[in-house]
Nanobody, 125 residues
């Protein structure tokens, strides 16, 4: 499955952005879809995921309470709404997808076989 991530941009601290992860060729409804981010000089880290079968949601502690992940199956798109953005949220955000992912592997980047190209989020102070 090919993924396209978009929606990044420059925003002031306290602002909001909605990132989108879309597939033009295949339904994402049965995939676990996650967002990861990578800041300069840092490792890629898990942000949020929505599981394929249960639609349960997982969040990193760093974004919990400020972000909402959701999916629109009619549009084959998964969204990440991020509110009250902080400068430390600045990173390239990637979406990823996987089938038949066990819960304990959901936060691991190596569990995902499909990746989008990344979209840059810059939060100014």
């Amino acid at each position: 499955v090919q993924l396209q991530a978009f929606g990044g941009g420059l925003v002031q601290a306290g602002g909001s952005l909605r990132l989108s992860c879309a597939s033009s060729e295949r339904s994402l409804s049965t995939y676990t879809v996650a967002w990861f981010r990578q800041a300069p000089g840092k490792e890629r880290e898990f942000v949020a995921a929505v599981r394929g079968t249960t639609n349960s949601r997982l969040y990193a502690d760093s974004v919990k309470g400020r972000s909402i992940i959701s999916r629109d199956n009619a549009k084959n798109t998964v969204y990440l709404q991020m509110n009250n953005l902080k400068p430390e949220d600045t990173a390239v955000y990637y979406c990823a997808a996987a089938l038949r992912l066990i819960l304990s592997s959901t936060r691991e980047a190596t569990s995902y076989g499909y990746w989008g190209q990344g979209t840059l989020v810059t939060v100014s102070s």
